[in-house]
């Protein structure tokens, strides 16, 4: 049996109003996972990091930011992967705190736009609906 791959992952997110916004990645053309998908900031762990030194590592790579206040949302066990999941909930000025080093660029997406984006994977799409139904429950 071989190993999953073990990820650390950030999902930040803020709530407008009644809606709730995810900020996702656009992953470059030629990245060597899910190429032009939308997808999440983070990735594998490195040596003997546990996750939370991943998903430090991997934001300072990824998006120049050293992450505070965030907090554990799940550990995802997918076919191929293990997805440990951290959510941070930010404010309108998180664009201007972060620089895109990998990938093309980041937005926001809308539960209704998650629900209907055709480059975004459905083990993407689950855990994000999880996160949806825990804030409206909130």
């Not at 995802?76 to 951290?86: A, G, Q, W």
């Not at 201007?96 to 055709?118: A, H, M, T």
Request: aromatic share 12%; net charge negative; hydrophobic share 30%.
């Amino acid at each position: 049996m071989e190993n999953k791959r073990q990820t650390s992952i950030l999902i930040p997110y803020k709530i407008e109003g009644d809606k709730i916004l995810v900020y996702l990645q656009k992953r470059s053309k030629d990245a060597k996972r899910s190429p032009d998908y939308f997808g999440f900031f983070g990735g594998g762990l490195e040596n003997d990091e546990n996750p939370e030194q991943a998903l430090q590592r991997e934001m300072r790579e990824e998006i120049n930011l050293v992450p505070a206040g965030y907090s554990f949302f799940g550990k995802y066990e997918f076919e191929r992967s293990i997805k440990h999941i951290f959510i941070l909930e930010v404010d309108d000025s998180f664009e201007q705190k972060i620089q895109i080093l990998e990938g093309d660029y980041g937005r926001y997406f809308s539960e209704q736009e998650v629900s209907d984006e055709p480059k975004l994977i459905e083990e993407d799409k689950v855990v994000l609906g999880d996160l949806f139904k825990k804030c409206h429950e909130e």
